[in-house]
């Protein structure tokens, strides 16, 4: 094939980029309209008007929001738009003021029991005047701290503790509890932090209580959206032991959340109470194991999909959901390694259903896998100390290969049945490959003697 000619080729080329030029002309117009006004209806501040914004906390109880404006015309409507945290979510209320050229807009937001220490509240007006222009202030950030006490703090990698200057030795202990359940994470498990937490911690329970006061029983310590934990740290011996141990549950929750957290839906309750569990190095104990096997054995576990919300209101169910939930997490982590449980949480964090999520994650749905450990409690395999992170779990849990072309071809068969048949996989499968090979032998034995007796046939 012969090539164009230089002069053939511009030809060809020239009116395509003057149509393309063309075009670009006519949309540079628009482009520069959009950029005048910014997204969500929001306008630039009006020369025609002046805009002065306070906030103002008053710990436990309430933050009252203060607007000043001077216009050209009338102020005929103002709305207080607000979000916290990280939150994408923007709340509108609407605030008391007297319309007219000078206006003052006042909005009080009771926080009692709504916010705690450490919550940023990020917040703009919007303000519509008499011919119908719409101004939206610039974005401004209040703190919501505890205020009532003097804070020192420790800092490590990641993460920052706050204590009261009372108890000096508060603080360094709970800092390198964390550090030490952070590297337990990282090293065993490939899971680090994605943001920085602040831990907060309060000597006495009356203090702890008011300012985490959520209506529900209280916990040693409680983990708020993604990067906070509050902990009540006493001192002493007796009191920092239970403290510790729960930190450790609160980091790993931590990392759970910026590990899953998506917009559409949260992970299922069980895994993230196990996960907690099972990440922080505690074990069930032998008895909660073998009263796990007996009621599996009886069928009257607790359905993993009904502990996906919120648990049992009753005693004996609820410890039953909190035992189910560490004990399957134990069995994630022991048969499926340390890279498809970060595949799982990866799954999480893309807004997946529970059943997809298994899927990408672990490779089976939610029954397959309930199907799987329910065997291992009913056999005793469930109760039998942690495989090492990222190694396969004990024989007879799910096969997993070694990735080679027997592997490739049967494998994906081989897991999938044993989602069925469970710890009877291995007999059903010898016992139907025996049957298929007897049918083959028959097969090739019928197939001889006919051929033989045709040949016979055929000499005479």
């Not at 216009?71 to 605030?95: I, K, R």
């Not at 096969?399 to 989602?419: C, F, H, M, N, T």
């Amino acid at each position: 094939m012969r090539r164009p000619r230089n002069g053939r080729l511009v030809r060809l080329v020239l009116p395509i980029y003057t149509l393309l030029a063309v075009l670009l002309a006519a949309g540079l117009p628009r482009a520069a309209l959009a950029q005048e006004a910014p997204q969500g209806g929001a306008a630039p501040a009006s020369p025609g008007l002046q805009a002065d914004s306070v906030a103002q906390v008053e710990f436990g109880s309430e933050i009252r929001f203060r607007l000043r404006v001077q216009s050209d015309e009338p102020v005929t409507n103002v709305l207080f738009l607000y979000q916290v945290d990280d939150s994408t979510v923007q709340n509108t209320a609407v605030p008391a003021f007297q319309p007219g050229p000078a206006a003052v807009a006042t909005y009080t937001w009771r926080v009692a029991s709504v916010l705690a220490p450490g919550a940023e509240v990020r917040y703009q007006w919007q303000v519509e005047t008499a011919s119908g222009r719409r101004t939206t202030t610039k974005e401004q950030t209040v703190a919501y701290n505890d205020t009532r006490f003097t804070w020192r703090e420790a800092r490590g990698e990641g993460i920052t503790v706050y204590f009261p200057g009372a108890d000096p030795l508060a603080g360094p202990a709970l800092l390198e509890e964390a550090r030490r359940a952070q590297i337990r994470l990282s090293q065993e498990y490939g899971l680090t932090l994605d943001k920085p937490l602040k831990i907060y911690a309060y000597s006495r329970l009356e203090d702890y209580a008011s300012a985490v006061s959520t209506g529900r029983p209280l916990e040693p310590a409680l983990t708020v959206g993604t990067d906070r934990i509050f902990v009540l740290a006493p001192g002493g011996t007796s009191g920092m032991t239970p403290a510790l141990q729960s930190l450790r549950r609160e980091i790993a929750t931590a990392v759970f959340l910026q590990k899953t957290q998506n917009a559409y839906a949260e992970p299922p309750r069980w895994l993230a109470v196990g996960f907690s569990f099972v990440m922080a190095g505690e074990e069930l104990s032998a008895d909660t194991n073998r009263a796990l096997g007996q009621i599996a054995q009886a069928n009257r576990l607790l359905p993993l999909k009904s502990l996906s919300g919120s648990f049992p209101n009753n005693e004996r169910d609820v410890n039953l959901a909190y035992a189910e939930s560490a004990s399957a997490v134990k069995f994630l982590v022991d048969s499926y390694g340390a890279e498809k449980l970060r595949a799982l949480l990866l799954a999480f964090k893309e807004g997946n259903t529970v059943d997809d999520a298994l899927k990408k994650g672990l490779g089976v749905t939610l029954d397959q896998f309930e199907t799987r450990w329910k065997n291992a409690l009913k056999s005793g395999r469930a109760a039998r100390p942690s495989a090492r992170p990222g190694t396969p779990g004990a024989e007879g849990d799910v096969p997993r290969g070694d990735g080679g072309p027997v592997d490739r071809l049967l494998g994906p068969a081989l897991r999938y049945w044993q989602g069925v048949f469970g710890t009877h996989t291995r007999t059903v499968v010898l016992g139907a490959g025996g049957v298929i090979a007897v049918g083959i032998v028959l097969l090739v034995v019928g197939s001889g003697i006919s051929l033989w007796r045709r040949a016979r046939s055929e000499e005479v």
